[in-house]
C-alpha cells in the first residue's frame, strides 16, 4: 500500500518553505508585539536594511557567500547519509590553511595564490574532516560525536597557534599578520571601479563568484558523475550499496573530505577577502547556520542559494534592525533568526500532511473521474 | 425509538445465528490508492474462514480496519450482530477479536509466560498476575493442544512454536475470533500441519478462525468458506468443499494462468561455479552456512530449497560477494573468487555473476532513486553510461526503457520514482538490470516475492530461457512451488548445513519437507514410504 503521496515538485520546494517562513516571520512578529514594537515597522527596516540601497546589498551577499559554502559543505555530506556538524572546526583549521600560505608564499602573484590559497584551504580543510570521517568509515564512530569534538579540537589548537605562534612579536591580540596588499581578494566594488562602475563600498568580494562557482560544481558532483551517484547510493541505503559493489567506507570518506573543503573555503572570504588576517573564531557560528542551509534548501544548490540568500538577508538586516531600534537588541535578532531555523529547519513536515490533503483533495476534485 | 432498538436487539436474540463478524460496504483509501472498495464480507461463528487474493488486492488492509489499526473511510462493522465503532487494538480486543501477525510482535527474552501476560500484567506487583496466568495457560494449552512450554524463553523456541506463543496470547486476552496473517510464510510443511490441526481444533471449540493466505492449498485444506479479493474489490465468496484451486486462482487474477511452467530437459555443460566447504559467519561469529560445497554447471536451474533463515540467505550474498567468508573456496570457471580476498560485488559483476537479491527494498534499489538511477545500480562505471567524467543520462535513459520495453515493466517511464512502481514491476526492473548484461552465472533469490501471479509467469519463462541459454542458474527460494517447477536439480538446506540433493523429477513437497525439517534425504524417502 502506497501511504506516502508523492507531491509535485513545485509544493515542496516552493510552497512548503514559504508557508513554514510565513509561520516563523508571524511568531516573530508576535515576539517583536510582545515587547512593544510594531511588527510591520520591524519587516519594514529589516527587508530595508537588507535590500534597500546598494551597500545592504553588498553586505547581504557578503553573507551570503559564507552560508552557500556551509550549506554545501552540510549538503555533500548529508547525500551520504552524514549529518557533519563539524563544518566550523574544518572552517577554522581551513583558514589556518589560507593564512599559512598567504603568509609564507607571499612571493607569489596573485591569480597563483588565488590557486595555491584555495588548494591550502582544501587540504586543511579536508584533512580536519578526514579524522571523523575515517573513525565512522572505519570503526564506526558516530560522525556526530566525532565531529563535534573536533570542534572543540579546533578552537583550542587555533587559540594556541594565534597566542603562541601566529601572532607578531609586539602584538598584544591574538591575531596573525596581515596578509600582503597584492594577495587580497578584490572586493566587488574595487572590481566594478576598474571597469568604470560606481558601486558603494561593502565587504561582498571575489569569493562570492567563487561560491557560485562551487554550486554548479556541486550539482555536477552529485548528480552527474559516477562518484556522486555512488555517495547517494551510500546515503540512501547501505546496505544497496554494499550489494552494487560500492564500498560504503570509501564513500563516507570522501564526502566528508569534500564537505570539509567546501566549509573551508569560508576562510577564503572571510580571512583573504574580507579580514586579511586569521582573528580568533573568525567562523562565528556560520557553520552551524550552514545545517539550517541546507535543510531549508533541500540540499540542492538552487535551494542552498535560496536559504543563504535569506539567511544573509535575516543578518545584514538585523544587524540594522538592532541599530535603528534601541529596544531589539541584538539578541532579539538572534530569537528572529532561531525561530526561522526552528521552522524552517527543524520542523519543516510540520504542514506536510496538511497540504498533501488539501493537494490530494484538489487532484481528485479535477482527475477524480479518472482516478476512480 | 428505543421500543425499536430493544425489537432489533430481540430479533437478534432469537432469531439465526448472528455472523461472528459482518463487513458492510467497508471503503478505505490511501491518497490516491483505492485500498478497499465497499467490501461486504460475513464469516459465520465457528468456522475458519479464508480470505485469498494477490500482494496488494486489500486483504491486509480490511483485516487492519477490523484490528483497529486504520479507520475505515465508510462502511460498518458489526460483531456478533452488534454494530460496532473499532478505534484501536483495545476496541478489537475487548470485542475478543484476536490477531496473529506475520512478523510476531515477541520479547525475544521474555519467557513464553511473561510474553503472554505483556500489557495484562494484572497490577503493579507481578507475582499474583504470574501465577494466575500460569493456571490459564496450562488450561489453554491443555485445551488446546498447543505444546508449549510457559518457562522457556521465546528467543530459544523454534519458529512454529513462537507462532503458537502468539496465538496463546491472542487466546489469553478472551479471543473468540482469531485473525492469522499469513501464517505460514515462514514455517515448515509439517509446522503448517501442527498449525492447521491448532486451528481445527479451536473450531471444535467454537472460535471463529479468519485466514489470509495467498497460498491456495492451505485454502484448500484448512478451510471452511472462502472470499477471494481482487484488486480492493471483494470478487468472490464460495464454501471450500464447491470449488477448486483453479476457480480460485482465476478469480484472484481475473484470468486464467499456468501454474506449472513449460520447460525441456536440462541440458548441463561445463562447471561454472564450484563451492568447496564454505562457511559463513554473522558479525557475531554465529555460524550461518556450515561446509557447504556443491556446483552449478551451465545450462542447468540448481534450485536451494530450505525454511527461510536457514542459511540460505548468507550463502547467497556471500556468492554475491557482499558477506565475507569464513573457511572454503569459491571457484568461478575454475578461477579462485571467494569473497574477501580482493573480491567484491563489483569484482564479480565484472567478471559475470549477476546477482538479483532476496530483498527487493533492503538491498536491490534505492527506493528513492528514479528508474533509470535504479537501471544503473552496481553499473554504474560501465563506460556506456559514461561521457567523460560525466554521466551520460541520456544513454541511461535509453538503456533503462530498453530493459523496460524488454522486460515488460510498466509503466515504462525511466523517470518515475522506484517506489511508485509495483513490486512486480520492481523485480523485472531489476531483473532486467541483472539479466541483459548475459552474465555467464546468476545468483537469483526469491525472484517472484511479493509478485503479482502475472509476473510470476513472465519471471519464470526468463529464468528458464536463461537457463537454455546456456547459462548457470542458482535459485533460493522459500517457495517449494516455485522450486519444483523451475530448478533441475534441488539443494535442501537446513540449520545452515546442505541436507541433501534432490533430482527435480524425483522431488515432491513431502520429501522436500521432510529434508526442509533436518531428515537426512534416504530417510526422509523411507518415512514416506511408510506413508504410501
Known amino acids: ?69 556551509t550549506g554545501l559543505a552540510f549538503a555533500v555530506a548529508f547525500h551520504c547519509g552524514l549529518f557533519n556538524i563539524g563544518a566550523e572546526g574544518q572552517a577554522y583549521v581551513g583558514g589556518l590553511g589560507v593564512i599559512l600560505a598567504a603568509l609564507y608564499l607571499d612571493f607569489l602573484p596573485f591569480p597563483i595564490m588565488m590557486i595555491v590559497a584555495i588548494l591550502a584551504a582544501t587540504a586543511f580543510g579536508a584533512a580536519w574532516a578526514y579524522i571523523p570521517a575515517y573513525l565512522q568509515a572505519r570503526r ?115 564526502a566528508m573530505m569534500i564537505s570539509g573543503a567546501l566549509s573551508s573555503f569560508m576562510a577564503l572570504n572571510e580571512v583573504m577577502g574580507v579580514q586579511h588576517r586569521l582573528l580568533i573564531d573568525f567562523t562565528a557560528g556560520y557553520g552551524f547556520v550552514g545545517i539550517a542551509v541546507a535543510l531549508m534548501g533541500r540540499n540542492h544548490p538552487f535551494g542552498i542559494f535560496l536559504s543563504a540568500l535569506l539567511f544573509g538577508m535575516l543578518y545584514q538586516g538585523g544587524a540594522e534592525l538592532s541599530f535603528e531600534i534601541p529596544t531589539i537588541s541584538n539578541d532579539m535578532v ?39 | 425509538m428505543s421500543d425499536t432498538i430493544h425489537q432489533m436487539h430481540g430479533a437478534g436474540e432469537t432469531g439465526a445465528v448472528q455472523p461472528a463478524i459482518e463487513l458492510r460496504g467497508i471503503d478505505k483509501r490511501f491518497g490516491a490508492v483505492h485500498a478497499n472498495k465497499s467490501i461486504d464480507l460475513r464469516v459465520e461463528k465457528g468456522t475458519i474462514h479464508g480470505i485469498v487474493g494477490e500482494n496488494g488486492a486489500g486483504k491486509s488492509t480490511l483485516m487492519s480496519i477490523l484490528y483497529g489499526f486504520y479507520q475505515a473511510d465508510g462502511g460498518t462493522i458489526h460483531v456478533d450482530g452488534k454494530l460496532c465503532v473499532i478505534k484501536g487494538s483495545e476496541d478489537a480486543i475487548a470485542l475478543g477479536i484476536g490477531m496473529v501477525h ?164 536440462a541440458a548441463p555443460a561445463a562447471i561454472v561455479l564450484e563451492v568447496d566447504n564454505l562457511c559463513v559467519d554473522t558479525l557475531q561469529g554465529v555460524r550461518k552456512v556450515k561446509n557447504a560445497s556443491f556446483t552449478v554447471r551451465a545450462g542447468e536451474i540448481v534450485g536451494i530449497a530450505g525454511v527461510s533463515g536457514n542459511g540460505q540467505s548468507e550463502l547467497l550474498e556471500a556468492l554475491g560477494g557482499i558477506r565475507p567468508v569464513t573457511e572454503g573456496q569459491v571457484l568461478f570457471n ?42 544503473i545500480l552496481g553499473y554504474e562505471d560501465d563506460p556506456a553510461y559514461q561521457k567523460g567524467i560525466f554521466l551520460n543520462w541520456h544513454a541511461i535513459a535509453d538503456a533503462t526503457e530498453h530493459m523496460m520495453s524488454e522486460f515488460d515493466v510498466r ?44 509476473a510470476i ?25 516455485e522450486i519444483m517447477s523451475l530448478a533441475d536439480r534441488i539443494l535442501v538446506m537446513c540449520n545452515g548445513s546442505i541436507i541433501g540433493e534432490v533430482a527435480a523429477a524425483d522431488a515432491n513437497e513431502r520429501v522436500l519437507g521432510l529434508m526442509m525439517a533436518g531428515v537426512a534425504p534416504n530417510e526422509a524417502k523411507s518415512a514416506e514410504g511408510h506413508h504410501v
Not at chain 1, 529547519?345 to 476534485?365: D, Q, S
Not at chain 2, 567484491?344 to 532513486?369: K, N, Q, S, Y
Not at chain 2, 509467469?457 to 522459500?478: N, T
Request: aromatic share 8%; charged share 20%.
Open chain 2, 102 to 265: 506475520q512478523h510476531f510482535m515477541l520479547v525475544e527474552t521474555f519467557t513464553v509466560l511473561e510474553n503472554v501476560i505483556l500489557g495484562v500484567e494484572g497490577g503493579a506487583v507481578l507475582r499474583a498476575g504470574v501465577d494466575r496466568a500460569r493456571e490459564e495457560l496450562k488450561r489453554l494449552e491443555r485445551e488446546y493442544a498447543l505444546d508449549v512450554n510457559p518457562d522457556a524463553i521465546v528467543g530459544e523456541l523454534s519458529v512454529g512454536a513462537q507462532q503458537r506463543v502468539e496465538i496463546l496470547k491472542a487466546l489469553y486476552r478472551g479471543a473468540e475470533i482469531l485473525i492469522l496473517d499469513e501464517p505460514t510464510g515462514v514455517l515448515t510443511p509439517q509446522e503448517a500441519d501442527h498449525l492447521f490441526r491448532i486451528l481445527e481444533t479451536l473450531k471444535e471449540q467454537g472460535k471463529t478462525v479468519v485466514l489470509i493466505t495467498h497460498k491456495l492449498r492451505e485454502i484448500m485444506a484448512a478451510t471452511d468458506n472462502v472470499s477471494v479479493m481482487r484488486q480492493g474489490e471483494m470478487v468472490a465468496h464460495r464454501k471450500t468443499a464447491e470449488t477448486s484451486p483453479e476457480e480460485i486462482s482465476e478469480l484472484m487474477v481475473g484470468r486464467k494462468v499456468l501454474l506449472h511452467i513449460e520447460k525441456g530437459e
Open chain 2, 457 to 481: 509467469e513472465f519471471i519464470h519463462k526468463r529464468i528458464v530461457a536463461m537457463r537454455d541459454a546456456g547459462k548457470a542458474v542458482l535459485l533460493v527460494s522459500v517457495e517449494l512451488d
Open chain 1, 140 to 254: 564506526g564512530s558516530h560522525v556526530v560525536i566525532t565531529t563535534i569534538m573536533f570542534n572543540f579540537i579546533a578552537s583550542s589548537l587555533m587559540v594556541y597557534l594565534l597566542v603562541n605562534v601566529l601572532r607578531p612579536q609586539g602584538s598584544m591580540n591574538p591575531e596573525s599578520k596581515q596578509i600582503a596588499e597584492h594577495l587580497r581578494l578584490p572586493f566587488i566594488h574595487d572590481m566594478a571601479a576598474s571597469l568604470g562602475i560606481e558601486i558603494a563600498r561593502s565587504p561582498l568580494n571575489l569569493s562570492f563568484v567563487y561560491a557560485l562557482i562551487c554550486s554548479v560544481l556541486v550539482w555536477l558532483f552529485i548528480w552527474h558523475t559516477r562518484w556522486g551517484y555512488a555517495i547517494r547510493t551510500v546515503g540512501a541505503n547501505a546496505v544497496a550499496a554494499t550489494y552494487a559493489g560500492i564500498e560504503p567506507g570509501r564513500y563516507i570518506i570522501m
Open chain 2, 334 to 375: 575454475g578461477q579462485d573468487v571467494t569473497p574477501g580476498h580482493g573480491v567484491d560485488a563489483a569484482e564479480l559483476r565484472h567478471r559475470g555473476v549477476a546477482h538479483v537479491p532476496e530483498d527487493r527494498h533492503r538491498m536491490a534499489m534505492v527506493t528513492g532513486f528514479s528508474a533509470k538511477e535504479a537501471a
Open chain 1, 1 to 69: 500500500m502506497n501511504d506516502t503521496v508523492q507531491l509535485p515538485r513545485w509544493i515542496d520546494v516552493g510552497v512548503l518553505p514559504v508557508i513554514n517562513l510565513l509561520l516563523a516571520l508571524a511568531v516573530s512578529g508576535l515576539v517583536v508585539l510582545a515587547i512593544g514594537e510594531s511588527p510591520s515597522e520591524v519587516v519594514e527596516i529589516l527587508l530595508y536594511g537588507a535590500f534597500g540601497y546598494e551597500e545592504a546589498w553588498g553586505y547581504t551577499l557578503y553573507y551570503t557567500t559564507n552560508f552557500i559554502f
Open chain 2, 411 to 454: 509503466p515504462n517511464d525511466p523517470n518515475l520514482k522506484a517506489a511508485n512502481f509495483s513490486g512486480g514491476n520492481q523485480q523485472k526492473l531489476v531483473l532486467a538490470r541483472e539479466m541483459m548484461r548475459d552474465p555467464e552465472l546468476l545468483l537469483v533469490g526469491q525472484p517472484t516475492r511479493g509478485v503479482d501471479i502475472g
Open chain 1, 334 to 372: 538572534v530569537v528572529i533568526q532561531g525561530l526561522v531555523i526552528l521552522f524552517t529547519g527543524a520542523m519543516e513536515h510540520m504542514f506536510r500532511p496538511r497540504v498533501t490533503k488539501i493537494y490530494m483533495a484538489w487532484h481528485l476534485r479535477r482527475h477524480g473521474q479518472e482516478a476512480a
